[in-house]
């Protein structure tokens, strides 16, 4: 990280700054490292003591941005501050420290490893079902667990009625477009339709089991306290079809009754802006996020 350099990472570092108290009056978090930002940076360091930055051509010292939750991933994963998941009587398999680094859906830092978030840039958590059953049938549990290390997701809840934590909560993952930056991605595996009383859009539909609802839940809460151990709070919940259009389906009815509006509403107190939508990044208007519809939500808005 560099004067100069422009990008995501660098908008995640100004979010950091603006979070310590530092101003960016002029251009915001415009993910462009300019002179305001600069300034902002070395006035941060001189209040927090750190004196190893005093050209502003040099790149920028790891301890700098560590203070500020923007480092890199450390090749030690406990410097993470990685904790036990919680028990809630749901099988979950912790595979976060068996994750690549980099992991190929993950953004990139300079050095090539996974980009490292600030904990207070997490503010969410986006539900997702996978469009497809993992298998084989006969594979064991521990063995499907580790295919949620290929999905592009924090978290996966599996229909036999497990869940996998499958990325530290600070890992940037590609998995929702505008929300990324932001979000913990929740894949909930299944292949299931937009509204319950139609077909799937494409391929072999699953069974709705209620060992897939369970797992959901608990990995639901998982994600809520992993991240508040860590210091973030996660307020909203948000379906992928908000910030993709060609995402419509996503996560579909039966999902989002059950484990939005019947668990994390009421039982965590997640927000949901069923009327907010994102642009997608392609620009394209087709591909603009869809809101929660009516059919699945009470209090959505417009229709599937
Ligand atoms: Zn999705």
Redesign the pocket.
């Known amino acids: 990280m560099r004067y100069g350099e422009k990008g995501e990472a660098v908008r995640l570092l100004q979010v950091a700054l603006e979070e310590a108290g530092e101003e960016l009056p002029r251009y915001g978090a415009d993910s462009h490292f300019g002179s305001e930002t600069a300034r902002a940076l070395e006035s941060f360091a001189r209040k927090n003591g750190i004196t190893s930055w005093s050209n502003r051509n040099d790149p920028v010292p790891e301890e700098l941005l560590d203070l500020l939750g923007c480092g890199e991933v450390p090749d030690d994963e406990t410097e993470l501050g990685h904790v036990e998941p919680i028990d809630v009587g749901v099988p979950v398999f912790d595979l976060r420290s068996g994750r690549p680094n980099p992991h190929p859906k993950s953004m990139r830092s300079s050095n090539g490893k996974t980009l490292v978030r600030s904990i207070r840039a997490i503010d969410s958590i986006?539900l997702?079902?996978t469009g497809i059953d993992f298998g084989p049938k006969s594979a064991s549990d521990e063995k499907l667990a580790r295919r949620a290390l290929n999905v592009a997701c924090h978290a996966m809840a599996f229909q036999r009625g497990f869940y996998v934590l499958a990325a530290p909560i600070r890992w940037h993952i590609y998995?929702?477009d505008r929300l990324n930056s932001r979000s913990l991605g929740l894949?909930v595996e299944g292949n299931y339709p937009g509204l319950m009383r139609q077909q799937v859009a494409s391929g072999k539909p699953s069974t709705m089991r209620s060992s897939t609802l369970e797992a959901g839940r608990a990995a639901l809460r998982a994600l809520v306290m992993e991240a508040r151990r860590e210091g973030a709070s996660i307020r909203y919940l948000y379906a992928?079809r908000q910030s993709d259009s060609w995402?419509r389906a996503?996560?579909g009815e039966w999902l989002w009754r059950n484990l939005v509006i019947e668990y994390a509403v009421p039982e965590l107190g997640l927000i949901v802006k069923h009327d907010e939508t994102l642009a997608h990044p392609s620009g394209k208007p087709s591909r603009r996020g869809m809101p929660v519809p009516i059919d699945w939500d009470p209090r959505g808005k417009g229709r599937y």
Do not use: G, I, L, N
């Open positions: 986006v997702h079902q998995h929702a894949e992928h995402r996503d996560p």
